[in-house]
């Protein structure tokens, strides 16, 4: 697949059923995104087609939604900062990516905070909630930088401040 054109392993990804074709698709289109020798365009494609592969893919085992959104979230993150935003396209849009994680949070940050004060008295459900929280806001610190003052970025920022409680 490493050597496949962008338009084979395109059409492959949308033809693909199974989780292993659509997580080695995901894998190789990321891995080409990477390619610092390519232009800035080809290298937005692969990524666009890595995020594809990723969304394409339904969890079913356990953290497997958890890992996808992060997942997501980290490769728009990573071409924000090395491909540059678009703010026309929500994949490439700093504001978006903001929103995006805010909407997957189901804790607030002082409620995350508050039970990270004795996690390891938790249920494990629990502990399992302050790890996914923990997982899908690591991009925030980076993210923090390329956003508008406003509530969005204060809401993030505390974020920020919660993950170093969280297990």
Excluded at 54 to 83: S, Y
Excluded at 106 to 131: F, M, Y
Excluded at 137 to 157: F, I
Aim: no cysteine; proline share 5%; net charge negative.
């Amino acid at each position: 697949m490493s050597t496949w054109s962008i338009e084979r392993l395109q059409a492959f990804t949308t033809d693909a059923h199974d989780r292993r074709q659509l997580e080695a698709a995901r894998v190789v289109a990321q891995n080409h995104a990477y390619y610092s020798d390519q232009p800035r365009e080809v290298r937005r494609q692969w990524a666009k087609l890595s995020l594809l592969a990723n969304r394409l893919m339904h969890g079913d085992g356990p953290g497997a939604p958890t890992r996808e959104v992060q997942q997501d979230f980290m490769l728009r993150m990573w071409a924000i900062e090395h491909l540059g935003r678009d703010d026309e396209d929500p994949d490439w849009s700093p504001a978006r990516l903001a929103s995006d994680t805010l909407d997957v949070l189901a804790l607030t940050p002082s409620d995350a905070g508050a039970l990270a004060g004795n996690w390891r008295e938790l249920p494990v459900e629990q502990i399992r909630a302050l790890r996914r929280h923990k997982n899908l806001t690591a991009h925030l610190e980076r993210l923090l930088g390329h956003l508008q003052p406003g509530s969005t970025r204060d809401q993030l920022r505390l974020w920020t401040e919660t993950l170093q409680l969280l297990p």
